[in-house]
C-alpha cells in the first residue's frame, strides 16, 4: 500500500507564544513522530539562540542541540544540551588534527552554557559550526538511499539540482564538523547537505523554516525514489511467503530454540516481525548478496550488528534445526574474524559475537537482545536498512559502509564509554515470565514485582476486561514492550498451548512460570456438589497441570534452566472444615509441585510453592461468594473477615498481595538458585501450617 506523502504539522497558532528553546523541542517532537524522517533515537537538532548570560548579565550566542542519547520524538526541554558557542569557536584552537579528534569530546563540558548537566553529544560540532541558526540532522530512509549508492554524488546533483551539497563518507566527530561548516559556507545558497552512506543535514533561519526544508528534502527524495527505482525490487521473488497464521507458528517453534543457543552468556529477548517490506526482502532472489553486503548508516549497523544471520530454511524445519548449530558457529567465527582483521592497539575487547537480525525466508525476521526493546528497535532498523537497499539497488548500486570503517564506528571508544556508563542490569533482566490469574490482585502484585526486577510478563486470566485493565495498568510501570496479555482458559489444552505460543511469539520463549490462577469455594461435605469439585480440580490442579507441561517443554528446549512458582494456599497444608473440595485441590497443586521438582531438577528447572492465607484486600476471591461462606463458617460478619483472621494470626499482621509477590519473586529469581521442591508460608504465622 502506498505511503501518504510527508505533509508539514507545524501550527503556527500553537507556534506562535513559543520561546526559541520551546520551538526547538516543537519541531523536534514533530520530526521525531514519523518514523519515514528519522529513526528511534536518531537523528539530532540544534538552534543557535541569544540568551543572558548568568555571570555577566550580557547577551550571548547559546548553542541549544539534542544531548547524548534521547529520542526526538520523546525529548522534553531538559534532553538539550546547551553551550556557548564562542567556547566552541575557541575549541577550533585546540583541534591537533583528524588523528586526535576523539579528545575534543573531553572539552566539550568546559563550554557547557548554565551548569546544564545534560551531555552533549559527539555530534556537537557538526551542529555548531554550520553558521545556521536552525540545524536537523536526520535518517530518513530515502535519503539514505541515496546517499549509499555507488553514484551517491551525482545523484544528489541530479535529484536536487544544487540545492543540497555532498561530502563523501566521515565518522562523525569534530573534523566532520569542519568540513560541513567549509562546504556550508563555500556554497552559502545551499539548503542542506548529504553525507555519503549516512544522512542528512538541513537548516533555515527560522524553526519552522528549517523544519520545513527538511520535509520538502525528504518528500522530494522519496516522488522521485519512486518515479524510478527499477522492476521487480530485490531482483524479483524467489519463494511466496508462507500464509500468516503458518508465518507465527514457524516463528513460535523457532524463537525458543534460538534463544536457548544464543542465551548462555546474557539472557536474550526477541522480536517477530513480518511486515510486508521484510517479507518481500526475505523472499526475494538478492537476499543472501545484499544482506551480505551489510548495512550502510552508521545508526543501522550500531543496533543490528554489520550483517544479519540468513537462515536456510526451505520448509523443512527439522532440517533447519540440524544445521542450526553449524550456521550459528560459523557466524560467530566469521565476527570473531572481522574483529581480528580491524582492531587497533587500543580496541575494546571482542563483544557477544552472536547474530541480532535473522532472516527467514517465506517467514519473516526476527530480532534478539538483552531487552525486549532493544529487539524490537532493532528489528525496526534493519526494516530501515531494507528500505534504504531497495531504494539504492533500485536506482543504482547498493554501497554498504566499508568494513573497517564499521568496525571504528561499533568499537569506538567513544562508543565503548557510553556502553560502560549504563546501568547495570536488573536481577531479572532477559528474563520471561508467564504469570496466571494475572488480573487477580496476587496476580498483578507479582507482575508488578516481576516487571520491577527487569523481566518481561505475559499475564493470561479468564476475565477480558479485568486482564484489559490490568496490562493498561502495568503496561504504564514497565512500559509497553515488556508486558503483553492473552485472554485464556487455563483449562483447555489448546488455550494453553496458545499462551505459551504467545510467550514465545512476543519474547522468544519462557524462564519464570508463575501458577496463580485460582477460585475458592465453601461448603460442607454432604452439601458439597460434583460441579463445585470438579471446577476446583479444573482450575487448580488440571489448569496447573497443563501450564507447567507447557513451559517445562519449551524450558527443555532452551536449555536454559528455568523456575516455576505455585501459589498454592495454606489449605493444602491444613485441613478446612466446610472447604473440601478447595482444600483438596490446593493439596494436588503442592504435590504436583514437588513431582515436577524431581523432573525438571536435572535441567535446571527448580519448582516451588508460595502458600498464602487471608489476602483479602485486592482479591476477587475474597470479593465474592468465598467471603460471605468463610464469614458464616467462622461465625462472624462478613465486614469483620479481614481483622478475624489478622487476629488469628500469630503475628497478628495482614498478608497483602505485595508480600506474596515478594515470595515469589524471591523464588523465581536467582536468589533461590539452590532451592527446588520448598514451600514458602506467608500467612502471618499458622503453627497448624508448618511444614514438617
Known sequence: ?????????????????????????????????????????????????????????????????????????????????????????????????????????????????????????????????????????????????????????????????????????????????????????????????????????????????????????????????????????????????????????????????????????????????????????????????????????????LRTKIRPFVIDYDQDFDKLVAGLDEALAQYRADYVAYYERCKHDNSPAVRDANPIIYLIPGVGMLSFAKDKATARIAGEFYVNAINVMRGANGVDKYVGLPEQEAFDIEYWLLEEAKLQRMPKPKSLAGRIALVTGGAGGIGQAVAKQLLQEGACVLLTDIDSEALAEAHKNLAKVAGKDNVTSVVANITGEDAVDDILKASSLNFGGIDLLISNAGIASSAPLEDTTLEVWNRNQEILVKGYFLASRAAFRIMKQQKLGGSMVFVASKNGLVASAGASAYCTAKAAEIHLARCIALEGAPHGIRVNVVNPDAVIRGSRIWDGKWKQERAQSNKIEADDVEEFYRQRSMLKLSVLPEDIAEAVYFLASDKAAKSTGNILNVDAGNAGAFTR
Not at 543557535?48 to 529520542?71: I, R
Not at 554550520?130 to 536526520?138: E, G, S, T
Request: aromatic fraction near 8%; proline fraction near 5%.
Open 1 to 301: 500500500m502506498k505511503e501518504s506523502p510527508i505533509t508539514s504539522l507545524w501550527d503556527d497558532g500553537a507556534a506562535a507564544s513559543m520561546s526559541e528553546p520551546e520551538l526547538l523541542l516543537y519541531r523536534s517532537n514533530l520530526l521525531g513522530s514519523d518514523l519515514r524522517i528519522t529513526n528511534f533515537g536518531g537523528g539530532n537538532t540544534s538552534a543557535k539562540v541569544m540568551m543572558e548570560d548568568p555571570l555577566s548579565g550580557e547577551q550571548v550566542e547559546v548553542l541549544w542541540v539534542k544531548g547524548s542519547g534521547g529520542d526526538l520524538g520523546s525529548i522534553k526541554i531538559d534532553g538539550f544540551s546547551t553551550l556557548y558557542m564562542d567556547k566552541l569557536q575557541a575549541l577550533k584552537g585546540r583541534y591537533r588534527g583528524l588523528e586526535h579528534e576523539d579528545e575534543m569530546v573531553a572539552y566539550l563540558p568546559h563550554c557547557t552554557f548554565n551548569l546544564n548537566p545534560r551531555a552533549a553529544s559527539i555530534d556537537t560540532p557538526l551542529h555548531a559550526y554550520i553558521a545556521r541558526k536552525h540545524v536537523d540532522h536526520m535518517h530518513p530512509d530515502s535519503v539514505i538511499a541515496i546517499a549509499a549508492c555507488a553514484s551517491s554524488q551525482a545523484l544528489t546533483a541530479t535529484i536536487f539540482g544544487g540545492e543540497l551539497g555532498w561530502l563523501p563518507w566521515q565518522r562523525p566527530g569534530y573534523d566532520l564538523g569542519l568540513k560541513l561548516e567549509a562546504l556550508s559556507q563555500s556554497q552559502p545558497d545551499l539548503k542542506g547537505i548529504i553525507l555519503e552512506g549516512h544522512g542528512l543535514f538541513t537548516w533555515g533561519d527560522t524553526a519552522k523554516s528549517c523544519y520545513e526544508t527538511t520535509l520538502a528534502v525528504i518528500q522530494r527524495a522519496e516522488e522521485w525514489l519512486a518515479a524510478n527505482i527499477q522492476q521487480p525490487v530485490f531482483g524479483g521473488q524467489a519463494r511466496a511467503p508462507l500464509p500468516a497464521d503458518e508465518r507465527a507458528a514457524m516463528a513460535a517453534k523457532l524463537m525458543p530454540l534460538l534463544r536457548g543457543k544464543i542465551s548462555r552468556d546474557e539472557y536474550k529477548l526477541g522480536y517477530f516481525n513480518d511486515s510486508d517490506a521484510v517479507l518481500e526482502f526475505v523472499c526475494s532472489r538478492d537476499l543472501q548478496p545484499l544482506a551480505a553486503l551489510g548495512t550502510s548508516c552508521p545508526d543501522h549497523f
